[in-house]
């Protein structure tokens, strides 16, 4: 898992992970293509602000298993896959609002007897 520690600019960060994705995809390992895309953000936001705060957490070696990435245009949504809210979370966002209205009826009726 790789994180900030500080908050980042939104165009430096997706240089950044665009370049890490990229040296994934040329079989590097995580840590090993963080350092690269680091330094190639370095070159381009000489800043440490830009590229310093990005960790990475966990096995640095090559990803196990499947090595096919992904690059996807984060400026074209509909490239981004199961963008659209499943249907769990349709139900919870429902039964939420339901809860809020038998409350708000509830409170309504509780102050209109006294």
Aim: with cysteine.
């Amino acid at each position: 898992m790789i994180a900030s520690l500080w908050n980042v600019d939104d165009e430096a960060t997706a240089f950044l992970m665009e370049r890490f994705y990229i040296y994934l995809k040329a079989d590097m390992g995580k840590g090993e293509a963080l350092r690269q895309a680091q330094m190639d953000t370095r070159e381009q936001y000489p800043s440490p602000y830009y590229w310093a705060a990005f960790v990475l957490t966990g096995d640095p070696g090559e990803i196990a298993g499947d090595k096919s990435v992904e690059i996807i245009d984060t400026k074209n949504p509909t490239q981004i896959p199961n963008s659209s809210p499943t249907r769990s979370s349709t139900c919870a966002v429902g039964l939420i609002i339901i809860l809020m209205i038998f409350t708000i009826v509830w409170l309504f009726k509780k102050h209109m007897v006294v």
